[in-house]
């Protein structure tokens, strides 16, 4: 299954489905920019935020232009703001 039929099932909150999807496309398929930020995505709206930062930077070592590098600071900036406002030790 491709990264853009997955993000298709993404579409349609098919989630727990994409997960498993996105696992194994980036197991067959590591050099995959795509795959890697759909699996970030999923991980950030779980509010798994260290594994959806090692997600998005997998992708923006194989796309430096893509859209993971503003999902990272987008991330950081939602990790600073929570550490200043005492939400994160």
Same mark, same amino acid.
């Given at each position: ?50 594994? +959806? ?14 859209? +993971? ?15 200043? +406002?005492?939400?994160?030790?």
């Amino acid at each position: 299954m491709s990264a853009l039929e997955i993000e298709a099932l993404m579409r349609e909150e098919r989630i727990d489905e994409a997960y498993d999807r996105l696992l194994d496309l980036v197991k067959k398929e590591p050099l995959n920019a795509h795959g890697w930020y759909l699996l970030g995505t999923i991980y950030r709206r779980h509010g798994m935020w260290m594994e +959806a930062i090692e997600a998005f930077s997998h992708s923006k070592i194989i796309e430096p232009t893509g859209p +993971a590098s503003k999902a990272l600071e987008s991330i950081y900036d939602i990790l600073n703001s929570s550490s200043q +406002a005492g939400m994160i030790p």
